[in-house]
């Protein structure tokens, strides 16, 4: 802004010294003729060149005192006035010099005059240099005036952005404390994206509520139901086979429709409450346990190295949750071949990487993919079973936990990367 | 073994009384604190199951005096609310283990099974040996002045053997107080188990005793 305001002085001094030059020239211009035609008045075209001459020499006398010389000349005939002005090549007036000269060509004769112009070069250099200072002090203002800016308009929207950004998606009404920096433009906008936070905040709060309170109902008479077939597949009574078969079905679906309840309960709670337990939870740990659960043909297929050493301050319920949505999910997705899973150290990092060699993630999917209820179109027309609950859990537990989620390039596959910080003493 | 279950929802009471009839248990099922402390007079159970919120009081007050009184049955508690702030309270409050609704009813029947396995509650709040100071009540371990991470089930492990005073637990019994089973799963799991552990705070805390089993401390 101060880099505007020297160069608009700058150029407004040059433009205006031009202005004012000019208009001098032609004041200039203006005396000269005025002279001129004094002469032409007196000295008709009739009239002898004595008579001539002495009117001549009479006008050259007066002008001298103004600064300025007269001649007048008949073809290349010198006839009166000052001798040392030699006449032009060309009518009109021009700079020559330190001298301003105009040659008017009458039916009396040519009448050269001219005039000093050192009084207009030091009216001109004053001029600059006015119009100098003009534009440093222009330029000085538009420094303040930009600081000042800055400091009321610029300054604090950087700050709202700030702050606006760094507004957690979870949480967003205890953003932007109230009181800003004074200003009353960016107080009033701070105001108004507050309150729009907390707006934001409440309605999720209230679909948060909705959707752990629907989850929790349900977990009750599904309990329930689970217990009665339980107990009933135990029964000492004989069954027909066909019924039996149709108790096994009921409670398989019922287990799974258990198992998406309890996830979609995890998705609906807020951080805190999936932060809540603390322990130290062994990764090989929980991965033994997810493996062990597995079926023996789905078992044979995943290739499992797991460092002993590295723990995870979290949930052990959740964190096992988590590695077996993954595993399950590449299992699925890749109905044949091997699922490889390793987890290592990086630094202060836990990473657990788990492959398959199935069709893998297209790089425009790979975010997405971690969105609640996402089917991708292949797994879709594929058929596979779901109702892509598991990714957006596996994201879930990990952004708890205070890591993350993502599937990476891969040569064949896909490839998930879990990164979740390691436990370090309280 | 004898089951007390202390909880007002009859239509909970109903199943859970057939569930663990189904598994052998004598149970008696009352609705109230008064009921529940007539019936622990009455006939001591060698388990207590109870809810948190009963009419005519708080199942964790009965608990907390239920331990002042010196009583030492093992204790399961229910609570509607699956928050760990009152695993945390009800743990501190005396009761052995914690139980959030709804639950799965076989949960339910596996973790009574590991209460009266395990006995009444005879864990210190600590223990020290060489570089080794746990301390459960906060399960904390330090290890050589730095802190290690031990996982709730190697505490599960160190508990049991610590309430055991340095005398020796068969695997038997540790698969029953840990995993509540004593299966070949588990069975593994219990030696991957030992060697992190020992790993973890060095081999003299824990001792092998061959053919016996494993004890807190001694080890070389």
């Known amino acids: 802004m101060a880099a505007t305001a020297v160069l608009s002085g700058l150029l407004s001094a040059a433009l205006g010294t031009v202005i004012a030059w000019t208009s001098m020239l032609d004041r200039e211009d203006g005396r000269l003729r005025g002279a001129a035609q004094t002469l032409a008045v007196e000295v008709p075209a009739g009239m002898g060149d004595a008579a001539a001459r002495a009117h ?16 007048l000349y008949r073809g290349a005939r010198f006839v009166g006035g000052d001798a040392s002005l030699r006449p032009s090549a060309a009518e009109g007036c021009r700079t020559d010099g330190p001298s301003r000269r105009c040659r008017f060509v009458l039916p009396t004769g040519a009448i050269e005059v001219a005039s000093e112009l050192a009084g207009a070069r030091a009216q001109r250099s004053l001029l600059l240099g006015a119009s100098l200072a003009a534009a440093v002090l222009a330029g000085l203002a538009g420094l303040g005036l930009s600081g000042a800016v800055s400091a009321r308009i610029v300054r604090p929207l950087q700050r709202l952005r700030e702050e606006v950004a760094a507004v957690d998606a979870d949480a ?10 004074g200003y009353a433009e960016t107080d009033a906008l701070r105001a108004a994206l507050g309150e729009m936070l907390a707006r934001l905040d409440r309605a999720l709060a209230q679909s948060r509520r909705f959707a752990a309170d629907a989850a929790h109902e349900l977990r009750t008479p599904l309990g329930t139901m689970q217990a009665e077939l339980e107990l009933a597949a ?3 009574e004989v069954l027909p086979e066909e019924v039996k078969g149709s108790q096994r079905r009921a409670l398989r679906t019922l287990v799974g429709l258990t198992a998406l309840v309890e996830r979609l309960l995890i998705l609906a709670a807020p951080d805190e409450s999936l932060r809540g337990s603390r322990e130290a939870v062994s990764l090989a740990e929980a991965a033994d346990e997810v493996l062990a659960a597995l079926e023996p043909a789905a078992r044979a297929r995943v290739r499992a190295t797991v460092d002993d050493r590295l723990h995870v301050r979290g949930d052990a319920v959740l964190l096992r949750a988590m590695l077996e949505n993954v595993l399950s999910n590449a299992l699925k997705f890749a109905p044949a071949g091997e699922v490889t899973v390793s987890a290592g150290a ?14 893998g993630v297209p790089a425009g999917d790979r975010a997405r993919v971690f969105d609640a209820f996402y089917r991708s179109a292949g797994a879709r027309a594929d058929g596979v079973r779901g109702h892509g609950v598991g990714l957006a859990l596996v994201a879930r537990i ?18 998930l990367v879990l990164r979740l910080p390691r436990w370090r003493p309280a | 073994m004898r089951v007390l279950l202390v909880d007002d929802n009859a ?5 859970v009384t057939r569930a663990l009839t189904r598994d052998g248990h004598a149970v008696t099922a009352v609705a109230t604190v008064a009921a529940a402390r007539a019936a622990l007079l009455e006939s001591p159970p060698e388990v207590l199951v109870l809810d948190l919120g009963l009419p005519d009081g708080s199942g964790m007050e009965l608990c907390r005096s239920l331990r002042a009184e010196g009583e030492r049955v093992p204790i399961l508690m229910l609570t509607a609310q699956g928050a760990v702030a009152r695993r945390v309270e009800g743990l501190e409050s005396g009761a052995d283990d914690f139980l959030a609704k709804p639950f799965a009813v076989a949960e339910l029947r596996a973790r009574v099974r590991v209460l009266g396995r395990r006995g009444p509650a005879a864990t210190p709040s600590s223990w020290r040996h060489g570089a080794v100071a746990l301390d459960f009540a906060a399960r904390r371990a330090v290890v050589r002045g730095a802190e290690a991470p031990l996982t709730a089930r190697e505490w599960a492990l160190v508990e049991f053997l610590a309430g055991r005073g340095g005398r020796v637990a068969r695997r038997g019994e540790i698969l029953d107080a840990v995993w509540g089973a004593d299966s070949p799963q588990a069975s593994a799991s219990l030696d991957v ?4 552990v020992r790993r973890k705070l060095g081999a003299a805390a824990l001792r092998t005793v061959r053919g016996e089993g494993y004890a807190l401390g001694g080890g070389e």
């Open chain 1, 56 to 71: 001549a020499d009479d006008e050259q006398t007066e002008v001298a005192v103004a600064g300025m010389r007269i001649a």
């Open chain 1, 172 to 181: 967003p009404g205890r953003a932007l404390p109230a009181g800003g920096d």
């Open chain 1, 234 to 236: 135990e029964g000492d």
């Open chain 1, 346 to 359: 990086d630094g202060d990092d836990a990473v657990v990487a788990v492959t398959d060699a199935g069709p």
């Open chain 1, 398 to 415: 990990a952004r708890a936990h205070g890591g993350s989620a993502a599937f990476e390039d891969a040569p064949t596959g896909a490839r």
């Open chain 2, 11 to 15: 239509e909970l009471r109903e199943l």
């Open chain 2, 193 to 196: 188990l030992i060697t992190r």
